[in-house]
């Protein structure tokens, strides 16, 4: 062959070796288009996610994670519960351990997955999850001194027997189907708190902060910086499924966003994203925005021990006349709801924003404006006026030392009777009588204001009675002879003497200075009060967290003043102060949120078991009263009752739709909306299904999903044996 490039020309070998290098480009060229086509992308092993958080770090110990989001979603990865909610199917699944229910609902049989280690397990001294970790964990909790009675109220009741050294029995004393979600808690070691009381369980801070679990993640180490507290996670080789691709994970917990959106580029995610007052995220552009929901609503509970809310009208008329799109738009919220029972279909609810039924169901109610009951009352003087022989201007003014004279018929009256104690004198020129009234005091005189006119026989017995109003001030005259005027005016438009347009109602009048007059589109709407002359003013308690609170407090203060219905807002500085006024009750309207996690069981909250008690003894007020509105009522506990407690889905279904039917008719509270939540990571970062999330931790329950790394793999029945029949078929020349 060399023989053969000497015998070329020099210009006809460089052409030659053109060709060379053109057939192997354009071989390596096919050969990864062959790749290429005959392979996929797949997560592969490895990189490290880092993620923002704005908190403070406490001891990561499962049991008190309960109000700490941010430690709340370490744990979820650090420790394993014996089951676990999964998100994508909003269903609770097994996780260390195969749960087994009895038909029943009362027998819970959790057997642990075999070879399970806890995370400081080693070849040379292995340390498995056992039963007696199971029987630690829960029964920990049932002790009178465990410090977080909270969670003591999930195991009430609840009898926990070990049946071997992998398998552990819960056995109720009545059915409840709920019971799994109470077996996501995650597990502990008994070792590490051997010797420690129950009662100090909340202060083992070496344990705190250097926790040891049995989760997909183990915890390396916690370092404070100038900017954050960091604490590393990393992937833990466990005996079961699923399988992590992220090898470490790295929690960065700042004091505020500002300061970490100053480290943002060394961050994957963000958790809880703040958005501007458009509603965006504030998040960079290199940042994925993905929303998403928990199940939990914000709503105005009413206190229906106060006895204002009796009156079911007021309730629903506050019900209608609450616009939560003006509610929801002013928050930058989105979800609207108007019933706690979350996992049902609610559009086609009944009581949406309407003022004008609004109004009739306070028109209704035992609250009215002045105007109506100013009018309702000058009505009932009419109407006794208007029968009977006595007649008389109903409007009068008059000085003092002046006399009203009055005139009759004594076709009707004998010369015998009295107006107001004065003898009635016979007139000689018309042939009927009269009597003067006098107006400086004594027997029969015209006071200022309303006077009762009594016309009595010699007996005493009473003929007839007329309301007369007397004044002595021209301005006052003047408007109570406009309010007279509107009043016939009124009389004759509700017995349809009158055209259309001059007709008035209940609506066209306003209440001046204790007189009606026409009502002018620029007046307020005056507060109403109740036959006793007491006002509609209500106190409304919310929390100073989140701020969001205090912005929809006064927006229902402004949409309830067009009601009608005076709204005091109270907003203590201090949480301590705002939990002592909630479990007092010390409030007519409470504007708070519930969270029903991941079994949207509604009965804590609106059975009556939930309700607080006072028997004059603080030390018999409940933390655990979840029943905001003090509502009770026997059918709702009835349902309640039923859909814990079947098994049965059309039983729970039909249960559900009679609870919300009840709740419906007695609207013990307003529901507002359900929080968006804003979650934000980076592009770089694959895999990310959040799902329907019952906490913010749960979108680590889809972590075996994410991955930063990528590799290519064959297709099914592919391999680099096949290039050389690719090469010869259509598609390699296409």
């Given at each position: ?701 889809t972590l075996h999903r994410w991955y930063i790394k990528e590799d290519r793999q064959f297709k099914s029945g592919k391999s680099w044996m096949s290039v050389i029949p690719w090469i010869f078929s259509a598609s390699a020349w296409q």
């Open positions: 062959m060399f023989r053969l490039f000497r015998v070329f020309a020099k210009h006809e070998r460089t052409i030659l070796y053109c060709f060379i290098v053109l057939f192997f480009i354009s071989f390596a060229v096919l050969l990864r288009r062959f790749y290429i086509e005959n392979t996929i992308l797949v997560p592969d092993r490895g990189g490290t996610y880092i993620e923002g958080s704005v908190g403070e770090l406490q001891p990561l110990i499962p049991w008190f994670t309960v109000t700490n989001d941010v430690n709340r979603d370490i744990v979820s990865l650090v420790f394993g519960g014996l089951q676990k909610y999964n998100p994508e199917t909003k269903e609770i699944e097994d996780d260390l351990a195969v749960l087994q229910v009895s038909s029943d609902n009362r027998i819970y049989t959790v057997r642990l997955i075999e070879n399970l280690e806890w995370h400081d397990s080693t070849p040379e001294n292995p340390h498995y999850v056992t039963s007696d970790d199971v029987l630690f964990t829960f029964q920990s909790i049932q002790d009178p001194d465990f410090p977080n009675s909270l969670l003591r109220q999930n195991f009430l009741g609840v009898e926990i027997e070990k049946v071997d050294n992998r398998t552990v029995k819960f056995i109720l004393e009545k059915p409840y189907r709920f019971f799994a979600s109470n077996l996501t808690l995650g597990l502990l070691p008994s070792k590490s708190f051997e010797g420690v009381p129950i009662s100090k369980y909340d202060q083992v801070l070496d344990f705190g902060f250097e926790p040891i679990g049995a989760g997909p993640y183990a915890f390396k180490g916690l370092v404070q910086t100038d900017l954050s507290v960091e604490i590393t996670l990393e992937r833990f080789s466990r005996a079961l499924e699923p399988f992590y691709h992220l090898e470490r994970i790295v929690f960065r917990v700042f004091p505020d966003y500002n300061t970490l959106l100053s480290d943002i580029r060394n961050l994957d995610g963000i958790r809880l994203v703040p958005r501007n007052n458009e509603g965006e995220p504030i998040v960079p552009r290199s940042f994925h925005a993905t929303n998403y929901t928990l199940p939990q609503y914000v709503a105005l509970f009413l206190n229906l021990d106060k006895e204002v809310f009796v009156d079911e009208k007021l309730r629903l008329g506050l019900q209608l006349g609450t616009n939560k799109q003006a509610i929801v738009n002013t928050i930058n919220e989105l979800v609207i709801i108007d019933t706690p029972l979350l996992e049902i279909d609610n559009t086609d609810w009944r009581y949406q924003y309407d003022p004008l039924l609004a109004q009739g169901a306070l028109f209704s109610s035992d609250w009215n404006l002045p105007e109506k009951v100013r009018l309702q009352r000058l009505l009932e003087k009419w109407e006794a006026n208007s029968v009977g022989p006595l007649s008389a201007e109903p409007i009068v003014y008059l000085d003092t030392g002046a006399s009203l004279i009055i005139t009759g018929s004594l076709v009707d009256v004998r010369v015998s009777a009295t107006l107001n104690g004065i003898p009635i004198e016979k007139s000689t020129e018309t042939g009927a009588w009269r009597v003067a009234l006098p107006t400086h005091g004594g027997t029969g005189s015209i006071n200022m204001g309303y006077n009762l006119l009594r016309l009595e026989d010699r007996r005493g017995r009473i003929i007839d009675s007329f309301y007369i109003w007397r004044t002595t001030k021209s301005k006052e005259y003047k408007a109570a002879s406009l309010e007279q005027k509107l009043l016939d005016q009124f009389i004759a438009s509700r017995a349809d003497e009158l055209p259309p347009e001059e007709q008035i109602v209940v609506s066209d009048l306003y209440l001046e200075k204790g007189f009606l007059r026409r009502k002018f589109s620029t007046d307020p709407t005056d507060i109403r009060i109740n036959n006793r002359g007491e006002r509609l003013s209500l106190k409304l308690l919310t929390s100073a967290r989140p701020p969001q609170y205090k912005g929809i407090a006064k927006t229902i203060q402004a949409q309830w003043a067009k009601l009608g219905v005076h709204v005091g807002i109270e907003i203590p500085e201090t949480r301590a102060e705002f939990e002592k006024k909630l479990i007092n009750r010390d409030y007519d309207i409470l504007l708070f949120g519930q969270s029903l996690l991941d079994n949207l069981d509604s009965y804590p909250y609106w059975h009556s078991s939930g309700i607080q008690q006072f028997t004059g003894k603080r030390s018999d007020l409940r933390i655990d009263a979840y029943n905001l509105s003090q509502y009770s009522s026997l059918e709702a506990d009835t349902l309640l009752e039923v859909i814990r407690e079947t098994g049965n889905v059309e039983e729970q279904d039909e249960a559900l739709n009679d609870l919300q039917e009840r709740l419906k008719e007695d609207v013990p509270s307003i529901f507002l909306y359900t929080p968006l939540y804003t979650y934000a990571y980076n592009t770089r970062l694959n895999g990310i299904r959040l799902g329907k999330p019952s906490l913010h931790s749960d979108r680590f329950l």
